[in-house]
């Protein structure tokens, strides 16, 4: 018995050791095969338009390719839920968003917390949205609309998205902070709710601008104000919103979470890429272009950016009284 245990010991050594320097050999070889970016969205949305973007650039300069997988459903919860269980090996990727920081203060009941269970990788965009109208509702300005409102309330059909979507939410703080009676159209995403503004069955809509530029530009609906606290680079005639009403300000963002426990050696090399990314010139146009700005973060800076954004619009989301359809 004594020589057996003798003999363990330094057998199971030599297993840890082996382990870690698989682990190490793991992590220093990725990636090694290719890598898969979920979006919990369909494509050709804000989310999936930026996520293509940063594979295409990260395929490229880490020389595996990084490949866009759209998984729909539920405010983006099943594919965060798929990668909350996914092997923490770098090969399973989430885009997340400000949905997902939305999400924990919509939904009473997730199988996960996504502060507690996901690890921030890297941020890459942070933008708005446009506060646009019907080409046949009669106001051209923001101060114009708020006296408008206010002179009819309950008269004005807002569209949005959906109760934890960028309009909804943008609408809603905007409602609060401007005092006017607008009445809240909900419906399954932005895309529909086009041709009704456009047709100026409802009135007005938060859009992001990423997806509300093509309208604009092409005289389809006027654009009143945006909701970031600058002006926009891609529609710089129009004014933020917060200069006429003060404290609204409504941005979302865009990066690359991993499961929690996600080797840190992979974790650093994602950030340093994109942030590489972020660097380029050309990349920085092409945001640009898309009314987004370049948002470059650590990963410790990219968990604390995530929660205070939770935290914030937690106090919207109860004070509205919203709640996640499910």
Not at 37 to 47: D, R
Not at 208 to 216: F, N
Request: contains cysteine.
């Amino acid at each position: 018995m004594r020589l057996a245990r003798r003999l363990f010991t330094p057998i199971a050594a030599l297993v840890a050791v082996v382990a870690t320097a698989a682990s190490d050999a793991s992590a220093f070889d990725y990636p090694s095969r290719p890598v898969q970016l979920i979006v919990g969205y369909a494509a050709g949305g804000p989310l999936d338009t930026g996520a293509r973007l940063i594979a295409q650039e990260l395929s490229k300069r880490l020389g595996q390719s990084f490949i866009v997988a759209n998984h729909p459903g539920a405010s983006g919860i099943i594919a965060t839920e798929e990668v909350v269980r996914a092997r923490p090996d770098g090969y399973t990727l989430l885009a997340c968003s400000s949905a997902n920081a939305w999400n924990a203060s919509l939904y009473d009941h997730l199988s996960f917390d996504f502060i507690r269970d996901i690890a921030p990788v890297a941020s890459y965009e942070i933008g708005g949205a446009v506060m646009e109208v019907s080409n046949s509702f009669p106001v051209k300005s923001i101060p114009e609309f708020i006296t408008y409102a206010k002179a009819n309330p309950g008269k004005i059909n807002l569209a949005s998205a959906g109760p934890g979507s960028a309009p909804g939410l943008y609408g809603e703080l905007f409602k609060v902070l401007a005092d006017v009676d607008l009445i809240t159209v909900n419906y399954r995403g932005a895309a529909p709710a086009l041709p009704d503004l456009i047709a100026g069955r409802v009135q007005v809509m938060f859009e992001p601008v990423i997806t509300a530029i093509g309208s604009i530009q092409a005289g389809k609906l006027r654009g009143l104000g945006v909701t970031t606290a600058h002006p926009i680079e891609a529609l710089p005639d129009l004014p933020p919103i917060g200069e006429f009403v003060p404290g609204f300000e409504g941005t979302g963002f865009q990066g690359i979470c991993a499961p929690k426990d996600t080797p840190t050696e992979i974790v650093s090399l994602l950030n340093k890429g994109v942030n590489a990314v972020l660097a380029d010139p050309t990349i920085k146009t092409r945001l640009g272009d898309l009314g987004v700005d370049p948002f470059a973060t650590s990963p410790a800076e990219f968990g604390k950016f995530i929660v205070g954004f939770t935290e914030k619009w937690a106090k919207v989301i109860r004070a509205a009284g919203l709640k996640g359809v499910p």
